[in-house]
Protein backbone atom coordinates (compact mmCIF):
# COMPACT_ATOMS: atom_id res chain seq x y z
CA UNK A 1 0.00 0.00 0.00
CA UNK A 2 1.33 3.55 -0.68
CA UNK A 3 0.24 6.69 0.36
CA UNK A 4 0.90 9.50 -1.60
CA UNK A 5 0.71 13.37 0.24
CA UNK A 6 1.34 16.59 -2.23
CA UNK A 7 2.27 20.32 -0.71
CA UNK A 8 3.41 23.49 -2.57
CA UNK A 9 0.72 24.93 -3.33
CA UNK A 10 0.08 28.41 -3.08
CA UNK A 11 -1.40 31.66 -5.17
CA UNK A 12 1.28 33.05 -7.29
CA UNK A 13 0.99 36.01 -9.87
CA UNK A 14 1.14 34.48 -13.36
CA UNK A 15 4.46 34.32 -14.76
CA UNK A 16 5.79 33.09 -11.59
CA UNK A 17 7.25 29.66 -10.08
CA UNK A 18 5.73 26.69 -8.17
CA UNK A 19 7.27 23.88 -7.10
CA UNK A 20 4.85 20.61 -5.70
CA UNK A 21 5.93 17.80 -3.78
CA UNK A 22 4.57 14.74 -3.30
CA UNK A 23 6.01 12.07 -0.59
CA UNK A 24 5.10 8.66 -0.91
CA UNK A 25 4.98 6.51 2.06
CA UNK A 26 5.64 2.95 1.67
CA UNK A 27 8.29 1.30 -1.09
CA UNK A 28 8.14 2.88 -4.98
CA UNK A 29 9.62 0.45 -6.51
CA UNK A 30 11.18 0.43 -10.21
CA UNK A 31 7.95 -0.82 -11.77
CA UNK A 32 6.05 2.26 -10.59
CA UNK A 33 4.90 5.37 -12.52
CA UNK A 34 4.46 8.42 -11.22
CA UNK A 35 2.34 11.19 -12.37
CA UNK A 36 0.63 14.58 -11.65
CA UNK A 37 -3.02 15.29 -12.89
CA UNK A 38 -4.87 18.22 -11.86
CA UNK A 39 -8.23 19.48 -11.96
CA UNK A 40 -10.30 22.58 -12.32
CA UNK A 41 -13.52 23.82 -10.95
CA UNK A 42 -16.23 22.17 -13.36
CA UNK A 43 -13.82 20.41 -15.29
CA UNK A 44 -12.51 16.56 -16.05
CA UNK A 45 -9.59 15.47 -14.56
CA UNK A 46 -6.31 16.30 -16.54
CA UNK A 47 -3.21 14.55 -17.07
CA UNK A 48 -0.35 16.71 -16.96
CA UNK A 49 2.98 14.44 -16.76
CA UNK A 50 3.81 10.93 -16.10
CA UNK A 51 6.93 8.98 -16.18
CA UNK A 52 8.32 5.66 -15.13
CA UNK A 53 10.42 4.94 -12.53
CA UNK A 54 12.26 2.43 -14.37
CA UNK A 55 13.50 4.95 -16.86
CA UNK A 56 12.46 5.74 -20.82
CA UNK A 57 10.20 8.72 -21.56
CA UNK A 58 8.72 11.26 -19.70
CA UNK A 59 5.12 12.33 -21.11
CA UNK A 60 3.80 16.11 -20.47
CA UNK A 61 0.48 17.17 -21.87
CA UNK A 62 0.85 19.72 -24.70
CA UNK A 63 -0.53 22.40 -22.46
CA UNK A 64 2.82 22.26 -20.01
CA UNK A 65 5.50 21.40 -22.23
CA UNK A 66 8.12 23.28 -21.74
CA UNK A 67 7.22 25.18 -18.64
CA UNK A 68 6.69 22.27 -16.04
CA UNK A 69 9.31 19.43 -15.05
CA UNK A 70 8.91 16.34 -13.22
CA UNK A 71 11.76 15.12 -11.28
CA UNK A 72 12.32 12.55 -8.02
CA UNK A 73 14.49 12.52 -5.39
CA UNK A 74 15.31 8.50 -4.47
CA UNK A 75 16.32 9.05 -1.44
CA UNK A 76 13.10 11.03 0.19
CA UNK A 77 10.75 9.15 -2.03
CA UNK A 78 9.33 12.05 -3.37
CA UNK A 79 8.40 13.09 -6.84
CA UNK A 80 8.56 16.80 -7.74
CA UNK A 81 6.37 19.06 -10.13
CA UNK A 82 8.66 21.85 -10.51
CA UNK A 83 5.88 24.96 -12.48
CA UNK A 84 7.13 28.04 -14.72
CA UNK A 85 5.99 30.63 -16.39
CA UNK A 86 2.57 29.71 -14.44
CA UNK A 87 -0.58 31.13 -16.30
CA UNK A 88 -4.39 31.75 -15.15
CA UNK A 89 -5.49 28.09 -17.20
CA UNK A 90 -3.11 26.51 -14.80
CA UNK A 91 -5.48 27.28 -11.65
CA UNK A 92 -6.65 23.88 -10.64
CA UNK A 93 -5.86 21.26 -7.69
CA UNK A 94 -3.07 19.51 -8.96
CA UNK A 95 -2.94 15.87 -7.64
CA UNK A 96 -0.09 12.76 -7.39
CA UNK A 97 -0.34 9.36 -8.60
CA UNK A 98 1.05 6.39 -8.60
CA UNK A 99 0.52 3.31 -10.48
CA UNK A 100 2.32 -0.08 -9.25
CA UNK A 101 3.05 -1.70 -12.64
CA UNK A 102 4.36 -0.36 -15.80
CA UNK A 103 2.08 0.51 -18.97
CA UNK A 104 2.93 -0.77 -22.31
CA UNK A 105 1.32 1.58 -24.38
CA UNK A 106 2.50 5.26 -24.13
CA UNK A 107 -1.07 6.65 -24.29
CA UNK A 108 -1.66 4.61 -20.95
CA UNK A 109 0.23 7.53 -19.06
CA UNK A 110 -2.76 9.84 -19.64
CA UNK A 111 -5.57 7.76 -18.33
CA UNK A 112 -6.20 8.54 -14.60
CA UNK A 113 -8.43 5.66 -14.19
CA UNK A 114 -5.10 3.54 -14.65
CA UNK A 115 -3.67 4.56 -11.76
CA UNK A 116 -3.55 2.97 -8.49
CA UNK A 117 -2.97 5.68 -5.70
CA UNK A 118 -3.87 9.21 -5.47
CA UNK A 119 -3.20 11.90 -3.06
CA UNK A 120 -5.26 14.64 -1.36
CA UNK A 121 -4.64 17.19 -3.80
CA UNK A 122 -2.70 20.83 -3.55
CA UNK A 123 -4.67 23.94 -4.57
CA UNK A 124 -2.56 25.91 -7.43
CA UNK A 125 -4.01 29.27 -8.21
CA UNK A 126 -2.88 31.33 -10.12
CA UNK A 127 -3.69 35.27 -10.80
CA UNK A 128 -3.85 37.18 -13.51
Known amino acids: QVQLVESGGGLVQAGGSLRLSCAAS????????MGWFRQAPGKEREFVVAFSLSGGSTYYSDSVKGRFTISRDNAKNSVFLQMNSLKPEDTAVYYC?????????????????????WGQGTQVTVSS
Open 26 to 33: GRLFSTYV
Open 97 to 117: AARSRTFYRDDYYRRAELYDY
